[in-house]
């Protein structure tokens, strides 16, 4: 799970504070954690945006499914499901999606490193741009 904070008079403010609140209740979530600290880098970018459309593409021709739900399975497993968008239909519940439009650069990193790692438990060489700071 990703929790975009700022750090501010030495104590972490969350930019949702309630979503954090949640994942910290959830008893599944108990146990030893390491957390990782980032600057922030702003919104995700257009060439991390055409990599992982490239990169979704090879990869769902390989699995042999569409990009779209490879994203949205990748989407999940890197953001994680908010319990508090569930909807019930006829007793069955669905979630929303997590969107990845708002990421920052940083978060939207993640995505991109589950995609490579797909792609190496699959042995496909995933093309990267000539300059790797322009991810």
């Given at each position: 799970?990703?929790?975009?904070?700022?750090?501010?008079?030495?104590?972490?403010?969350?930019?949702?504070?309630?979503?954090?609140?949640?994942?910290?209740?959830?008893?599944?979530?108990?146990?030893?954690?390491?957390?990782?600290?980032?600057?922030?880098?702003?919104?995700?970018?257009i060439s991390q945006n055409k990599l992982e459309r490239l990169w979704l593409k090879i990869l769902?021709?390989?699995?042999?499914?569409?990009?779209?739900?490879?994203?949205?399975?990748?989407?999940?497993?890197?953001?994680?499901?908010?319990?508090?968008?569930?909807?019930?239909?006829?007793?069955?519940?669905?979630?929303?999606?997590?969107?990845?439009?708002?990421?920052?650069?940083?978060?939207?990193?993640?995505?991109?490193?589950?995609?490579?790692?797909?792609?190496?438990?699959?042995?496909?060489?995933?093309?990267?741009?000539?300059?790797?700071?322009?991810?």
């Open positions: 799970m990703i929790f975009e904070a700022k750090l501010k008079n030495g104590k972490f403010e969350f930019s949702d504070p309630d979503s954090f609140s949640h994942y910290k209740s959830n008893p599944i979530n108990t146990g030893r954690k390491i957390i990782i600290i980032e600057n922030f880098s702003g919104k995700r970018t769902s021709e390989y699995i042999g499914c569409t990009p779209e739900y490879l994203h949205a399975k990748v989407k999940i497993e890197v953001y994680g499901i908010d319990e508090n968008e569930k909807i019930e239909i006829d007793g069955k519940n669905f979630y929303s999606i997590p969107q990845s439009r708002k990421r920052t650069k940083t978060e939207f990193m993640a995505l991109l490193k589950r995609l490579e790692e797909i792609a190496i438990e699959l042995e496909i060489n995933l093309p990267y741009p000539e300059n790797k700071n322009e991810i």
